[in-house]
């Protein structure tokens, strides 16, 4: 399978690692990230920033709560825009690292 070609999904892999984010990251355990639970995730790695650029890119509907949907939707719309299974793999596992958020740039 080309890896390259944007119409292939997202990898179920990456979808796996990507639950597996969002789980840890939503520490109260309600389904959602609160702006609070992804401050803390990044704690003394710019949280305020990280945050606020994490939501600004995520949270589609604009509730400051980011639910499992918004979440894969937002990894499918990057694989969607030309992003390799690898981009986003190498990106998933900075994240899970908690490495700093990267701002994807993406078509509507």
């Not at 355990?29 to 609070?36: R, V």
């Not at 920033?49 to 509730?63: C, I, L, P």
């Not at 499918?76 to 596992?93: A, F, H, M, P, T």
């Amino acid at each position: 399978m080309d890896e390259t070609r944007s119409n292939s999904p997202l990898s179920q892999s990456n979808k796996d690692l990507a639950t597996n984010i969002f789980r840890a990251m939503d520490i109260n355990g309600d389904s959602q990230i609160s702006i609070q639970e992804a401050q803390n995730w990044w704690k003394n790695r710019f949280a305020n920033v990280n945050a606020r650029s994490f939501f600004e890119t995520v949270d589609q509907d604009g509730n400051k709560e980011i639910n499992f949907d918004e979440w894969i939707c937002f990894w499918e719309k990057v694989r969607s825009n030309g992003y390799s299974n690898d981009d986003i793999q190498e990106e998933l596992e900075n994240l899970q690292d908690k490495g700093s958020w990267v701002k994807f740039e993406l078509n509507e």
